[in-house]
Nanobody, 124 residues
Framework: QVQLVESGGGLVQAGGSLRLSCAASGRTFSRYGMGWFRQAPGKEREFVAA????????YYVDSVKGRFTISRDNAKDTVYLQMNSVKPEDTAVYHCAADDSGYGSSRYDKYEYWGQGTQVTVSS
């Protein structure tokens, strides 16, 4: 089992920045691929970004490429999502997730563990 707790969400103006954090506890964090997903009201869960166990490979949905950066610090058991130039359409609850394969994926069904989420609201 691994427990995931997100933080760093909040209210930000369009064009601003936020950094989300996801702290892991339980099993060895460095073995897991990690992902960020988001879900807006009335919409399906959407893949945002993923990173492999050693940080060597990253993936992004097209709508955030060039604006968001996923990273991890295995010494701190934490994965981050740096969000720059945010837009109102980025408003959602953001969840981090852990993938036991270690690779990370854009498919939500590849992830075994999920955090409760943190709300991000972008005002126009």
């Amino acid at each position: 089992q691994v427990q995931l707790v997100e933080s760093g969400g909040g209210l930000v103006q369009a064009g601003g920045s936020l950094r989300l954090s996801c702290a892991a506890s339980g099993r060895t964090f460095s073995r897991y691929g990690m992902g960020w997903f988001r879900q807006a009201p009335g919409k399906e869960r959407e893949f945002v970004a993923a990173i492999s166990w050693n940080g060597g490979t990253t993936y992004y949905v097209d709508s955030v490429k060039g604006r968001f950066t996923i990273s991890r610090d295995n010494a701190k058991d934490t994965v981050y999502l740096q969000m720059n130039s945010v837009k109102p359409e980025d408003t959602a609850v953001y969840h981090c997730a852990a993938d036991d394969s270690g690779y990370g994926s854009s498919r939500y069904d590849k992830y075994e563990y999920w955090g409760q989420g943190t709300q991000v609201t972008v005002s126009s």
